[in-house]
């Protein structure tokens, strides 16, 4: 029913109307001869129009070897627009828009400006604001600013708390009803409010405070000087733009905060055998922390374990389970760096420290931030002591009793810190009872508390608050909400016990006086008492809600909540008016189901003939078998050590030229030079780290092998030459991914996708086809996590070609230089890259899935190694084993029709069960036998999964993609001997 | 009790039907790991906890099942039986099992599974139990 809908539109192009599936945005297109496409099975043909029902699509096309795969097919191209697509969703939050000049703005880097302020820093800045669906702060840079001129009317509206927002009236407000425009606000709205500011951005002074003669005295203080230890460091500080930092560097205020939170709750380890920098706290505490971390372009891990605590009490024995979170960063110099910036490094019970001096040279607005890592890890959370009032919030520290001079005077310095940004705090004093004779010796306690009174309270709150600790910061939020509007309630009864006594001075009447002032929060007896008795300033009104049914009624999270509306005042205004938007979520695609474990495979050719290696074949290929582990469970030769195998993620092959295992002439004649940028080891998780550390340098299972081939054709003389290849010429084929990294990378962003789909609203032809908008967090992760798992399988197959020159110069005792072994051409075949074409005479970029399908560039393509590039890309095609395999060259024409794609292979015809089934492994050994093929395998099952009988005739498939003029052939490769997993 | 089912080209499915959700997590782990060796030949002399979660049942059979490969990979144990419980715990689905087996041969596997997909998936309960159906990537 699928396939009777295909139109043939050329000598081997068909088309899949878009007219034949509702829901389909473009035409799908098949390439293949008329017994391809006799032989195409219905589901594959219904899974490529799949692919022209995704928001954006630009190109759904499918190679002649397609065959079903999940969701999308084998051999499937899609391509997705870059830009169309874009929905734009309302920016939250009334900070946005126009706004009268004085408004402040929040900033992401804990500061408030001024919105005219922003007038010549709005392209650098970054604001805070809320994800509404998430209920998430999150931070956004500003796609336009601009000011002017204008008369107009403006609206004040002044909320419960006394907070006034000042905005023109078509200005939207969030309220509980959704948005609404300023000037149509009613009192009964409530509105989305904020209440942490910042402190006022201040520019700091300029000065240098880490350089790289203190990173290096630091590196020599901690006698990391072994090896390369030093170079590395500096190495490593130089790529992130660490090494010297000067006051105004962006980072720095991150850093503060960092380095805040480490002196409460965390960890610096610089010893011979360690070097780590470890956090502790919540789960979504740490999340907020490796964001930070990320952005100074470190990779934390996180780390969550479910612990059983047994712990002895007067009681008996207690049992419980507590997940313990802590995040992770192995690296000397994040280490080191924090070292250098003053932050204490080991046991800090029992070591001297500071608060750092050039932290008491910054803007208030950056003492700030550090003081609001320490608090969020150390000070207590906003709590009342009965149902309105605050108990004084205090920072309680404990060292061992030798360093309690250091430890009051650190608490001294804080003090001083909170001084400077006008909080008071009483001096520290000794924690009464605290007195701990541990193993590690014996510790002291001091505090210092933070006077109580409301004013204090809010600016401690509002200006520092907590970092890293969502459940302080929303408590800090709503108190500061709560003491405001407790404030101007009390207010308001002290105003009017006073109006009431003139008023009975004045011979008015108590029942007139009474009648005159009741109401809300002024009841009669109130009022009443106010007259007759001589009480000072009033309380609370008893009825007045208590904090925590404030926070049940008024919480949003995150630190938002709800306010009511006291009044609005519509006033005239004439002057600037500012306008700014935020960056949103883009609305572009990724397909996650489309793409999954980067296989490719390697070509290397050999100086050999097929009469130099006949004689030892068999020799050959037992040694291959050894050199290169295959099979189930198979593990490397080589271990990789944490910090090793990201270094594979970021670099792929380049990590393996720099050990000396290929050469830089290898790595220049492979696509993206065996390295894609943007891989982010940081988003491949531990679980899919943890499967591909003994995994690099194996063949894996399944279609994957190893091959020695010949070349017995020559198509093009011309193009064969340009890729060195002859006649008889012994050629090295290896076909393999990423191995179980890549399927756990997949496994696990199928869910976070799946997840992403349903937030965002989206549907799919099919479960296993997930997508997300292209800007959205899940999807961007995901590109990150992809492009680190093709590097793997770039580095993966490269070291076994290395492996693969060892066998050749054990069998042939030569070294492999005098072989010739060297890299014709290295490519993946499963991947999602973006890329720019030529659609209707427009560039466009493009993201383009390629699902088992191999990229194939025309000549002049400058992503073409030099060597080749008058030719066309080299396209490697395995054939299936114990058949053909051939190299090709790409067109233009394939540039202009395919998104520059070509087939993979040969393309499954039959199950692999039903091909056990079928076939006998011993009768498939004999077979290829009888064929002059020497086969090795872990188990002869696996022969027979994976017969020639079971592939489509991999000759019909390269008739088809030759045919359309998306290919020529080069050479046809017949094997000689073969490796499977 | 499962089936496996032979439509698709390339991979392993297979139908699993049982009475609780316990039962329908330890007889898809059989299935998956049948597609890969024969679990006869299988000692049964090790064993090694399985945990997995999930917010619907869905996710539930989907992370236990991936679970499965990744013990398998990490800790070289090929998987002869199951026994495992689920909870309904902080809104969520928790799986504690136990798998026994032996340790990983090469040479007893058939065809290798590389992962579980979603492609056809469903877990649903049914008049008599639970039903799932689940395709791999062989």
Redesign the interface.
Do not use: C, W
């Given at each position: 029913m699928w396939k009777e809908k295909l139109e043939r539109v050329g000598d081997v192009k068909w088309r899949f109307a878009k007219e034949n599936r509702e829901g389909m945005k473009i035409d799908a297109y098949l390439y293949g001869t008329k017994p391809i496409v006799d032989g195409v099975?219905e589901?594959a043909v219904q899974q490529l129009t799949n692919l022209a029902m995704l928001p954006g699509a630009v190109g759904a096309l499918a190679m002649p070897d397609i065959?079903?795969?999940?969701?999308v097919p084998?051999g499937g191209v899609g391509a997705y627009d870059y830009e169309e697509g874009i929905i734009s969703v309302g920016a939250v939050g009334f900070d946005i828009n126009c706004l009268h000049p004085n408004t402040k703005v929040y900033l992401a880097n804990g500061a408030w400006k001024r919105i005219k302020d922003l007038a010549n820093t709005w392209d650098e800045d970054e604001i805070r604001t809320l994800d509404k669906e998430k209920k998430k702060e999150t931070k956004s840079e500003l796609l336009y600013f601009f000011s002017k001129n204008d008369y107009r009317q403006i609206v004040r509206i002044v909320l419960e708390s006394g907070d006034e927002l000042l905005v023109t009236d078509d200005h939207p407000i969030l309220t509980t009803d959704g948005f609404i425009d300023a000037g149509k606000l009613g009192l009964d709205k409530r509105i989305l409010v904020n209440k942490i500011e910042g402190v006022e951005y201040e520019k700091p002074e300029k000065f240098l405070i880490v350089d790289e003669q203190r990173i290096i005295e630091k590196i020599r203080e901690f006698g990391l000087t072994g090896g390369n230890a030093e170079r590395q460091i500096l190495e490593h500080l130089r790529k992130r733009n660490l090494l010297n930092i000067e006051s105004t560097n962006k980072q720095v205020p991150i850093l503060a905060r960092i380095i805040g939170f480490i002196t409460g709750d965390g960890n610096i380890t610089i010893t011979q055998k360690t070097r780590e920098v470890s956090f502790y706290g919540k789960r979504e505490d740490l999340e907020e922390l490796k964001k930070d971390l990320e952005a100074l372009r470190f990779r934390p891990v996180l780390y969550s374990r479910d612990r059983h605590h047994k712990i002895e009490t007067v009681y008996g024995d207690v049992e419980f389970n507590a997940i313990e979170n802590s995040l992770h960063v192995q690296s000397s110099s994040l280490a080191i760096l924090l070292a250098a910036f003053g932050t204490p490094v080991g046991n800090k019970t029992k070591t001297e420290f500071h608060v750092p001096n050039w932290i008491m040279e910054m803007p208030n607005w950056i003492k700030a931030q550090y003081l609001a890592g320490l608090f969020g890890a150390e000070m207590s959370s906003p709590r009342t002591v009965n149902k309105f009032n605050f108990s004084e919030p205090t920072l309680n520290m404990s060292k061992s009793v030798e360093l309690e001079e250091n430890l009051i005077q650190y608490l001294e310095e804080v003090r001083s810190l909170l001084a400077d940004l006008g909080i008071t705090a009483s001096k520290p004093r000794k924690v009464e009872g605290y007195r701990y004779a541990g193993k590690s010796g014996e510790t002291i306690g001091y505090r210092i508390e933070v006077h109580g009174n409301p004013e204090n309270l809010i600016k401690l709150w509002s200006q520092v608050g907590f970092a890293y600790n969502k459940k302080k910061k929303e408590l800090a939020s709503l108190a500061i909400a709560y003491l405001k509007i407790k404030e101007r309630i009390k207010a308001r009864r002290a105003k009017a016990r006073e109006t009431a006594r003139e008023m009975y001075q004045n011979g008015v009447s108590p029942r007139q006086i009474v009648k005159e002032l009741s109401g809300e929060h002024l009841t009669e007896s109130f009022i009443k008492h106010s007259i007759w008795s001589d009480r000072g300033d009033p309380r609370i009104d008893p009825e007045f809600m208590s904090f925590q049914d404030f926070i049940e009624e008024r919480n949003l999270g995150d630190g938002y909540l709800w306010e009511k509306i006291e009044r609005i005042e519509i006033q005239e205004y004439s002057g600037e008016v500012y306008d700014l938007t935020t960056m949103e979520d883009t609305h572009n695609f990724l397909a996650n189901?489309v793409v999954?474990?980067n296989c490719g495979i390697y070509a290397l050719a050999t100086n050999l003939k097929e009469e130099d290696v006949r004689p030892r074949l068999k020799e050959l290929i037992n040694t291959l078998y050894e050199k290169v582990p295959a099979?189930?469970?198979?593990?490397s030769k080589l271990k990789l050590t944490n910090d090793e195998l990201d270094l594979v993620l970021e670099n792929g092959v380049d990590w393996l030229v720099e050990k000396g295992w290929l050469t830089k002439g290898d790595k220049e004649h492979m696509e993206e030079d065996g390295k894609i940028d943007g891989a982010d080891p940081s988003k491949v998780s531990a679980?899919a780290k943890?499967?591909g550390r003994p995994e690099l340098g194996t063949l894996?299972?399944?279609n994957h092998f190893l091959e020695i081939q010949v070349v017995d054709e020559v198509y093009d003389e011309g193009i064969a030459k340009a890729y060195g290849l002859f006649k008889d010429q012994v050629v090295i084929m290896i076909h393999s991914g990423s191995r179980?990294l890549g399927?756990?990378v997949?496994?696990d962003y199928?869910?976070t996708m799946?997840k992403a789909m349903k937030r965002y609203g989206l549907s799919t032809p099919?479960?296993?086809l997930?997508y997300a908008p292209a800007q959205s967090e899940e999807a961007q992760d995901y590109l990150a996590a992809m492009k680190a798992a093709a590097n793997f399988g770039f580095a993966n197959r490269a070291l076994m070609a290395s492996w693969a020159r060892n066998a050749f110069e054990k069998v042939f005792g030569q070294d492999w230089e005098s072989l010739g072994i060297r890299t014709v051409y290295q490519l993946c075949h499963n991947i999602l890259k973006l890329e720019e074409y030529e659609i209707d005479g427009e560039k466009r970029k493009l993201w383009i899935h390629r699902k088992g399908a191999t990229r194939s560039l025309g000549p002049g393509n400058k992503l073409i190694p030099k060597a080749y590039r008058r030719v066309g890309q080299p396209v490697l095609i395995a054939g299936s084993m114990g058949t053909s395999s051939y190299i090709l060259s790409g067109t233009e024409k394939s540039e202009e029709e395919t998104f520059g794609s070509s087939c993979h292979g040969a393309g499954?015809?039959?199950?692999?069960?039903?091909a056990?089934k079928e076939f006998w492994g011993d009768k498939i050994q004999k077979e290829l036998t009888s064929k002059g093929i020497v086969a090795r395998a872990?188990?002869s099952?696996?022969l027979a999964?994976e017969a020639p009988e079971a592939y489509k005739n991999v000759d019909l498939v390269i008739d088809s993609v030759v045919k359309a003029g998306i290919n020529k052939k080069v050479v046809r490769l017949k094997p000689l001997g073969v490796v499977k997993? | 009790m499962f089936e496996?089912l032979?439509?698709?080209?390339?991979?392993?499915e297979f139908i699993v039907r049982a009475k609780t959700l316990d039962e329908l997590l330890s007889e898809s782990g059989k299935a998956l790991v049948g597609l890969?060796y024969d679990t006869e030949k299988l000692s049964k002399n090790k064993r090694i906890e399985i945990e997995a979660r999930g917010e619907t049942p869905k996710?539930l059979v989907?992370?236990w099942l991936?679970e499965i490969?990744?013990l398998?990979?990490?800790e070289?144990f090929f998987f002869k039986e199951f026994n495992v419980k689920v909870k309904f715990e902080g809104g969520e689905y928790r799986a504690e099992g136990m798998g026994y087996g032996q340790d990983?041969d090469?040479?007893?596997?058939?065809?290798?599974v590389?992962?579980?997909?979603?492609?056809?998936?469903y877990v649903k309960e049914t008049k008599h139990g639970w039903e799932a159906r689940i395709?791999v990537?062989?």
């Open positions: 099975e589901n065959h079903t795969g999940y969701g084998i189901g999954v474990s099979g189930v469970g198979s593990h679980k943890k499967r894996g299972a399944g179980g399927h756990q997949a496994s199928l869910q799946n099919d479960p296993q997930v499954r015809q039959m199950s692999r069960k039903k056990i872990t188990h099952k696996v999964e997993g | 496996y032979d439509e698709i080209t390339g991979d392993g890969m996710e989907y992370n991936t490969l990744f398998q990979d990490t070289n990983g090469p040479s007893l596997v058939e065809s290798y590389k992962a579980v997909t979603m492609h056809n998936f395709v990537d062989l």
